[in-house]
């Protein structure tokens, strides 16, 4: 047997080369659009105060799932309008996509459904960051759902950017479990604003607006994977001028069955990048989206990584990570491109660049066997701003190691 050292140095070149015919064989085969003014299936009528209607159709671009149901999909709004300073009922959507490669409209998106989101007992989950009980904010009616997947007779996940917490629901909304994740993840004193849940006041837990950003799940169903958007306060997220500068994000990993958890670093390109969602390939692949928070001409980078849990270490009982280099002995996941989506190829760049791609989702199989990569952009509930997903296909070969998705999973 080769020595573990060797075999590490074959499994990166193999990958390596793997990387390379990826991202040769991605190719766009359209974008779906819809108006940033369409309406939601909600039912709910009036404005904010803001003057959005109340059933605006905006921000669903934060998260999509496919049901495994024919062309079906399922989206969540994030926390609505003016960055939670409304009380915005959470709600997620259906939706057919319909995808022909050879039409002149080669996407087409049609929303089903609307679903307002509530807890336990009933009350609606609204967006609002002061909606926040101090003493227990698990108990709080905030919510700013920011990843979303697919569960069976139309249940699903939602990961929680405010907590950071990881609910089910059922097909109705109403939240029918809380998974429980390490205390690391959460903060020592919730609060009402952004600047109340910063350092000082906070030595640990997420930074406000930067929790658990993506969420995927493994395709047996029992595993849930969830990754914030920057790292943890005390994993070197800012510096004391509070500008981030942290790369080591963790992702942690729910085993739904027993809730035992695992916990993994996955290395930014740069501080100044954030994680908008993770997506299973099988039980240790996986792709995820990171992003600059640049839109148009100023974008520098909007990619898609393949990474591989395999060799990483758990960092389950390691409480403090260092803002980039880590200690010897600790193993972050393997990471290469999958997708650049400012590759010239695609021809996606210039003015009308969106700045918030947010979503990850395969699709089912085309006719000729290629494989579908749906992504989705976050309008922001900004009206002059369309709704758009942007569909890619790939080869069986540029992720051999891909499970069915015609399916939902447990």
Partial sequence: MAP???????????????????????NLVGIGVLSGETSDLSGLTGKFSDGTPRNRLGGLGSALDYTGVGNRYIFASDRGPKDGAIDFPCRIHTMDITVSPESKTPVQLRLTSTTLLSNEKGKPFIGAFNAVDKSKPENSLRLDPEGIRAGRSGAFFVSDEYGPFLFEFDALGRLTKRFSLPAKFSLSHAGGKPEEELPPKNLKGRLPNRGMEGLAI????????????????QDGATNQEKQRVGHNIRILEVKRSTGKTREFVYPLASPENGISEILAINEREFLVLERDGKAGNEAKCKKVFHIDLGQATDVSAIGSLPAKQLPKGILSVSKVLFLDLLDKKFQLGGNNLPEKFEGLAFGPALSDGRHLLLISADN???????????????????????????????
């Fill in 4 to 26: 573990v050292h060797c075999q590490r140095l074959l499994f990166v070149a193999c990958f390596a080369m793997l990387a390379g015919s990826i991202r040769a064989e991605v």
């Fill in 218 to 233: 493994s395709p047996d169903g029992d595993k849930l994977i969830g990754i914030l958007q920057s790292p943890l306060i």
């Fill in 380 to 410: 922001d509930f900004i009206a002059t701003i369309p709704f758009s997903v942007f569909v890619f296909s790939f080869g069986k070969s540029d992720l051999p190691g891909l499970k069915s998705v015609q399916s939902s999973p447990d």
